[in-house]
């Protein structure tokens, strides 16, 4: 299994930057593509696609969101920070099936 | 407008049964993968499985977790994609989601969840 590993929290003041970060157990680019994605998860809520194959931002996305990476190594960036972002972030491979990281909550400083 | 229902969760004892639906509209149906994925409360999404599109031949795949328990099937007539869950544990306790797979890779629709409880 491709075991994801995030930080369970990130503390940032609205209006900064946020990055959070989600390193794989194995690599999971290939020649072509980096497969890994970044969903957003309020409460009571079902997750949300925010970021497609590392970078690409999912239809409706705000353009404050990003994320760039590849190998094992892996970004989502918030810039700037907004009131509404306050939620938690998991990270999904699709190189081998699927697995989800712990999940990164982001709260205020 | 693409919209995912689950439906059939509740209060199940261990080792009881339980099938969950998953009605689809709003795309073609058989053009997607579908997948199941839960969450235990407070815990991570943890993917159970998926079925393939008509093109490969509506084939499955399971988390090795849950592999000979639980069970993808899909209605095309109906659009309704259904998780039959057997044997169930006290870990299986969690909110259940239907998703849309882009491609094999990601999931960019979530149903609304459907909660699992299994409890004596």
């Known amino acids: 299994d491709i075991v994801l590993t995030q930080s369970p929290a990130l503390a940032v003041s609205l209006g900064q930057r946020a990055t959070i970060s989600c390193r794989a157990s194995?690599?999971?680019?290939?020649?072509?593509?980096?497969?890994m994605h970044w969903y957003q998860q309020k409460p009571g809520e079902q997750p949300k696609l925010l970021i497609y194959d590392a970078s690409n931002l999912a239809s409706g996305i705000p353009v404050r969101f990003s994320g760039s990476g590849s190998g094992t190594d892996f970004t989502l960036t918030i810039n700037p920070v907004q009131a509404d972002d306050i939620a938690t972030y998991y990270c999904?491979?699709?190189?081998?099936?699927?697995?989800f990281g712990a999940g990164t909550k982001l709260e205020l400083k | 407008e693409v919209k995912l229902l689950e439906s059939g969760g509740g209060l199940v004892q261990p080792g009881g049964s339980l099938r969950l639906s998953c009605a689809a509209s709003g795309f073609t149906f058989t053009d997607f993968y579908m997948s199941w994925i839960r969450q235990p409360p407070g815990k991570a999404p943890e993917w159970l499985g998926v079925i393939r599109n008509k093109a490969n031949g509506y084939t499955t795949e399971y988390n090795p977790s849950v592999k000979g328990r639980f069970t993808i099937s899909r209605d095309n007539t109906q659009n309704i994609l259904y998780l039959q869950m057997n044997t169930l544990r006290a870990e299986d306790t969690a909110i259940y989601y239907c998703?849309?797979?882009?491609?094999?890779?990601?999931?960019?629709?979530w149903g609304q969840g459907v909660m699992v409880t299994v409890s004596s």
């Open positions: 998703a849309r797979c882009m491609g094999i890779d990601y999931f960019d629709y």
């Open positions: 999904q491979q699709s190189r081998e099936l699927y697995t």
């Open positions: 194995q690599s999971v680019s290939t020649s072509s593509y980096n497969l």
